[in-house]
């Protein structure tokens, strides 16, 4: 099957587009944001802070958007969140332009966006397969997780350069036009999209007991929820707190440096995207998955190793080649083996169950790199990541799934 099989189907078309283009915005805020934090108060606390604003209002509200989304017109859903969330972005472009732009005001605009990414996230988990035929499946998530990376791979070396030659400013306008394009893009697909169907009207948590008993009813679900719950703390941790100060402090790198192994990382999941979407149907995905977490984990931990900034990219992408295998084998499982009326329900419970941590791997990844500096932050959260994988594959419902 081609790669871009799915594309033909146009209601596809324009929603690949539209976040294609508004992944590339939010990679050059990304880089940016990341930038102006060091640089205005050069604290890892801070920086950990700023992430924490963002996680937790999504954590709050997930399950509920969850719910929503399987009772809501899904387009209308991220319609209203592409044009929220990119006048959001223009407030915070005109502020930085001015210099008038605060850190209390950056932990506002996260708290904002958290809000609005409950919703979201669901929504787009969801609407893929409403947009696309079964058969065309395989290379919509292969696309979509290619653009993805795509985006992640560019966007932050394009960003280094918009905060080197036009301040973050530009960078940040740039995110905000990018979601308003986006939400154009959503428009056709208004009328491709029927509303989801519903039966008779339920109480919000009776819907919601159903996708927790749809998760628990699947080891393979809860399992996997559950270990990645844990292992995203100790990931996600070092590379939103203690990353800027490993480029910055111990190798002695700029913002490109930090750009470099951003993109690195993505450009290995590109690479995973790619060898991926050329197969129809994988066997033996529970082993597969969990091996290519371990092999990207055991690289991970290599970012804590006094080696040059050219061994760290590489070790960025290996870890990225394996985060790209494992998240497209997660989705395609998920697409497959979860019915659509509970699919909404079960991406929010997945979300919530694998990133609840974070804002904590946050704080404590912070907190460490003040302490004891960057490098044994990844390798103490690498070895805690290695030890949950491994026990995660020794269950026979993780060895099984094919």
């Not at 992430?51 to 209308?76: A, H, K, N």
């Not at 915070?92 to 950056?106: D, M, S, T």
């Not at 339920?202 to 927790?212: I, M």
């Amino acid at each position: 099957m081609s790669l871009f099989f799915s594309l033909k189907h146009r209601s596809f078309a324009f929603l690949w587009s539209g976040q294609t283009i508004s992944r590339l915005g939010d990679s050059l805020y990304r880089i940016a944001l990341t930038w102006w934090v060091l640089e205005k108060t050069g604290s890892a606390v801070a920086m950990g802070l700023v992430l924490i604003f963002s996680f937790v209002p999504m954590l709050i509200f997930v399950l509920i958007g969850g719910v929503m989304v399987d009772r809501w017109q899904r387009s209308r859903v991220m319609l209203a969140s592409d044009l929220a969330r990119g006048g959001l972005v223009a407030v915070v472009a005109g502020l930085a332009f001015v210099n008038g732009l605060e850190l209390w005001q950056i932990y506002i605009a996260s708290v904002v966006f958290g809000f609005v990414d409950a919703f979201f996230q669901p929504a787009y988990a969801a609407i893929v397969p409403d947009v696309t035929p079964q058969e065309a499946l395989p290379s919509a998530n292969a696309l979509t997780n290619l653009s993805w990376r795509i985006t992640g791979a560019g966007g932050p070396a394009l960003g280094a350069l918009c905060v080197a030659f036009g301040g973050t400013s530009v960078a940040f306008a740039l995110d905000a036009l990018s979601f308003f394009i986006s939400a154009v893009c959503l428009l056709p697909i208004l009328r491709f999209v029927p509303p989801t169907p519903t039966a008779e009207p339920t109480h919000v948590l009776h819907d919601f007991r159903e996708g927790l008993r749809a998760v628990f009813a699947s080891p393979w679900l809860w399992i996997t929820i559950a270990v990645f719950g844990f292992a995203n703390m100790a990931f996600e941790g070092a590379m939103g707190s203690a990353l800027p100060f490993l480029v910055k402090n111990n190798l002695n790198a700029d913002v490109g440096g930090l750009g470099l192994l951003t993109s690195m990382f993505s450009l290995g999941a590109i690479v995973g995207a790619v060898w991926l979407g050329r197969y129809k149907r994988l066997r033996r995905r529970g082993l597969v998955s969990y091996g290519s977490a371990i092999i990207g984990t055991l690289a991970f931990i290599l970012f804590g190793f006094p080696i040059t900034l050219g061994g760290v990219a590489l070790a960025a992408l290996i870890t990225g080649i394996s985060e790209g295998l494992f998240g497209l084998i997660w989705t395609n499982t998920l697409q497959e083996l979860v019915p659509r009326e509970l699919r909404g329900r079960v991406s929010s419970i997945d979300m919530m169950g694998s990133f609840v941590l974070i804002p904590v791997g946050y704080a404590l990844a912070g907190w460490a790199t003040d302490q004891v500096g960057a490098p044994l932050v990844f390798i103490v959260g690498g070895v805690w990541a290695l030890l949950l994988l491994t026990l995660g594959l020794l269950h026979p419902a993780i060895r099984g799934l094919d």
